[in-house]
């Protein structure tokens, strides 16, 4: 069985950073495995602007994005296999992938890292009413289609869902030459960033109709139109409130999932609410030496962060390997969110091990204006940060000092206040 | 004429009312300087960065995805985009190659935003 020192599962964003750090932090043996005919991700289809801006102080295209990173993966050498599907990975490590040349191969690794991503939430997962008819898309799937393989999905559009990639389609299609007749969201608020919401719906003229949702669709073949109904409180539908959009297109974005099948074959612990691994605070799952970074750990708004958060990744990984793959010692400070914060990444902090700054991110469950985001250790405030504004959509940060934790701290809780 | 529009320059999106009475231009609903200079731009002269995709011809992809290089006038854009969306390149595309030149006139040139390799 060949034997690698890191193996790192999926060739986006996240698995590039990653690989790129492991090399810089002394790892040469290192293998990357992507399923997809070419490396970088999703930013292959991320055809808009609006990326970089923290990484490389400029605002680059997706695709731009990408090409940085595996030109900096081939001047490395770094080795990875293409169209390669892993089927399984074990708790002790085995990589199985398969390939059209060489079959089934199983790889032994000393440290992985998961960097699969995510997926979108399918129209199966959302009980909409209707026949299966043709015309209806999840969003990135409508972009895969436009912005690589060329199709044009459809004329006349409604979005369900205002979720990132639903903005950008909404404006995709638009300048193609399709009209977008509304964007429905069954929150009061957007679940996407500002800067889209005015440059992709209000410079077209595009309605984002909040707590509203699809209640028909109608048509057999192909779609034919759309009911929208408001919803209320409960984001149950009003009756009475029934509105009739003829369309042939419906595309959804109403949610991204981190894709862990992979990581429960590994027997990794995942968190309820992420969807993610359960994480150190060096992004360590709870099988030791197999790390997660990324969308698949938890849904980024910023290829930036990914990146960063890949780069720890890979970094980690190559110490495990370099201090000869032992487990981290001593038990874990473990963080909650509270009181309007829904998660945190990581869950918990090993002090033995940890740097003297770490980074924690998370979540916030609604829209808070002049607030504060405060961090308790057992009880007591250790950090408060004032916020005049956060909201779902934008992911929050906040950096804590290894000396500020005393050693026998036994729960980190982050709080909204007001 | 007075302007109501969202403020994108940082997460907080301020409700900014622009008025705008002959030369002068004033600002109101911002939190800082960086608002009061988005509203003046994007209610006297707004910008843009357009980007799409152009086809291709022998690529190993059929498309090859492009950008103005810098911005354009916000009314331009979809004038530069019929323009996009008429040009067709032949493979090999490398990242940065200009696809069209001074495309609607607008003195930007639109670029390949990734390297397509001839088959």
């Known amino acids: 069985m060949k034997q690698y020192n890191i193996v790192i599962i999926g060739g986006g964003p996240a698995g590039l950073a990653a690989a790129l750090s492991a090399k810089e932090h002394g790892i040469d043996d290192i293998l990357i495995l992507e399923r997809d005919e070419r490396l970088g991700g999703i930013l292959n289809q991320c ?38 599907t892993v089927a399984d990975i074990s708790p002790d490590k085995e990589v199985l992938y398969v390939t059209a040349e060489e079959g089934a191969v199983t790889v032994k690794a000393d440290a992985v890292i998961l960097a699969m991503g995510c997926r979108e939430r399918p129209r199966g997962a959302l009980g ?14 409508a972009q895969r289609l436009m912005n690589i393989e060329g199709y044009m999905v459809g004329k006349e559009a409604v979005i369900l869902g205002s979720g990132d990639i639903g903005l950008i389609m909404a404006r995709r299609m638009t300048l193609a030459g399709a009209t977008v ?11 996407g960033l500002k800067r889209n919401i005015v440059q992709c719906l209000d410079d077209f003229g595009i309605p984002l109709l909040l707590s509203h949702t699809v209640t028909r669709i109608h048509g057999k073949e192909r ?7 408001q919803v209320g409180a409960d984001r149950k539908p009003i009756p009475g409130t029934e509105e009739f959009y003829p369309c042939d297109t419906l595309l959804l974005s109403c949610g991204l999932l981190p894709e862990n099948e992979l990581s429960k074959t590994a027997g990794v612990k995942l968190d309820p609410v992420t969807g993610g691994a359960e994480v150190t605070d060096t992004l360590e799952t709870s099988v030791p030496g197999i790390f997660s970074c990324g969308n698949v750990l938890h849904v980024h708004d910023l290829v930036d962060n990914v990146s960063k958060e890949a780069a720890l990744a890979g970094q980690k990984a190559a110490e495990y390997v370099q201090n000869g793959c032992k487990a981290a010692e001593g038990a874990g400070i473990r963080l909650r969110g509270e009181s309007g914060v829904r ?10 091990q940890a740097d003297e700054k770490i980074v924690v991110r998370m979540r916030v469950g609604d829209v808070f204006r002049d607030k504060a985001l405060v961090v308790y250790a057992d009880g007591k405030e250790l950090k408060r940060q004032k916020k005049r504004i956060m909201a779902p959509g934008e992911m929050e940060e906040v950096t804590l000092l ?3 934790l005393a050693p026998d701290t036994k729960e980190i809780v982050l709080r909204v206040e007001g | 004429m007075k302007h109501e529009l969202t403020c994108i320059r940082c997460p907080i999106g301020c409700q900014l009312t622009v008025e705008v009475e002959g030369e002068a231009v004033t600002v109101t609903g911002n939190s800082c300087p960086r608002g009061a200079e988005y509203g003046k731009k994007e209610v006297t002269a707004p910008t843009r960065t357009v980007t799409g995709s152009v086809r291709v011809t022998g ?13 354009v006038p916000k009314e331009k854009v979809m004038d530069v985009m019929a323009e996009i969306r008429k040009c067709r390149v032949t493979a090999p595309v490398k990242i940065g190659d200009v696809v069209i030149a001074d495309v609607a006139g607008t003195g930007a040139d639109v670029v390949a935003t990734r390297t397509i390799k001839a088959i």
């Not at chain 1, 026949?131 to 898309?137: L, S, W």
């Not at chain 1, 779609?223 to 109904?229: A, E």
Request: net charge negative.
């Open chain 1, 402 to 404: 290894r000396e500020s």
């Open chain 1, 181 to 191: 007749k509304a964007v429905a969201e069954l929150m009061p608020y957007s679940g």
């Open chain 1, 128 to 141: 909409l009413p209707g026949f299966r008819q043709a015309g209806v898309y999840t969003a990135g799937t």
């Open chain 1, 223 to 229: 779609v034919t139109g759309v009911t929208l109904s």
């Open chain 1, 47 to 84: 055809i808009h602007n609006g990326f970089g801006l923290h990484t490389f102080k400029e605002e680059l295209t997706g695709p731009e994005y990408a090409e940085r990173y595996i030109d900096k993966v081939l001047a490395a050498g770094i080795p990875y296999k293409l169209n390669a």
């Open chain 2, 59 to 71: 690529g190993e992809l059929p498309l090859a995805s492009v950008k103005t290089a810098t911005d």
């Open chain 1, 343 to 352: 998660y945190t990444v990581p869950q918990s902090i090993v002090l033995a």
